[in-house]
């Protein structure tokens, strides 16, 4: 009798299974004619096997996506590489479709901050923006088999070759939003991590991709020492000393947005293939 009990209960939770409960997907946009046909998900609460990649790999031990969740939120610091099982999902991450609508859906509430915005008109009112990952994107570079995404150790020689090659896309998004600030008045000011040594290449790689003009372009000089934090701090320090108002600031990094006069108001663009701190 008790064998018979253990199979009916069995068959009872397998049926029960079969007919799991579809839950709205409240991240899915629908068009027109898709409104009436909302599309059913099962219950994303019950993740037993974390998996990754385009194939669905299953991924021992860590979730990708937390994994990056905990990146863009800074709850990990200072980590060094992409884990290796994550390295497909971040390659598919950076360049499909998400990654975009990311950067879009940061530059959106960027541009609406900025448009509510009361200015001067005294063309003091200055909007501080990151180049790497920020207003270009290196993505082409991280693509490759001997950089894997961030899940190969970081190489200075290769990385500087790329950028002296002045090929970097612009990232849409952040772009629109450097349009839509000129137009508002609001003049940009590019900070970044970039050596010197690269000003002509870098101007002219802006340019190229439609960054036409800027109130000014600051790169890192030899006596520019320190944390990234410290070294951004310091050059938005100079920008307030010398009477200018940081209404807006983006960038990829929480090194960006950290430290002193950080401005009005910080976004954060998503970037898990590298930390700078």
């Keep these: 009798m008790k ?6 209960f069995l068959l009872v939770a397998l049926a029960a299974t079969s007919h799991a409960t579809c839950f709205r997907n409240p991240l899915r946009l629908l068009t027109d004619d898709q409104t009436s046909h909302a599309e059913c998900i099962t219950s994303p609460i019950h993740l037993l096997r974390p998996k990754s990649g385009a194939a669905g790999h299953n991924v021992p031990q860590i979730n990708c996506l937390s994994w990056r969740l905990a990146v863009e939120t800074y709850n990990l610091r200072n980590w060094k590489l992409v884990p290796e099982s994550c390295e497909n999902y971040v390659g598919h991450y950076m360049l499909g479709k998400q990654y975009r609508e990311d950067c879009d859906a940061v530059a959106d509430i960027a541009i609406a901050y900025a448009k509510n915005l009361t200015l001067a008109g005294d063309g003091k009112e200055i909007w501080v923006f990151d180049i790497d990952e920020t207003s270009l994107s290196n993505a082409p570079y991280y693509a490759r088999s001997d ?8 190489n200075d020689t290769k990385f500087n070759a790329w950028v002296a090659e002045g090929v970097a896309p612009a990232v849409p998004g952040v772009l629109r939003l450097y349009k839509t600030l000129l137009s508002l008045g609001i003049k940009p000011v590019f900070i ?3 050596k010197e040594v690269y000003r002509e290449v870098r101007i002219s790689n802006l340019k190229n991709v439609g960054y036409r003009k800027w109130e000014k ?3 890192k000089g030899e006596n520019d020492t ?5 070294y ?3 050059k938005r320090t100079e920008l ?13 990094q929480w090194s960006d947005l950290l430290g002193t006069n950080v401005g009005d108001r910080t976004f954060k663009v998503p970037d898990p293939m590298y930390f700078i701190g």
């Design 3 to 8: 064998n018979i009990s253990a199979v009916l």
């Design 147 to 154: 950089v894997q995404f961030g899940a190969i150790p970081y």
């Design 192 to 194: 970044s991590g970039t």
């Design 217 to 219: 372009l600051i790169l």
């Design 226 to 230: 320190g944390s990234a934090v410290v």
């Design 232 to 234: 951004k701090s310091n």
């Design 240 to 252: 307030v000393e010398a009477g200018y108002r940081i209404v807006g600031n983006i960038g990829d």
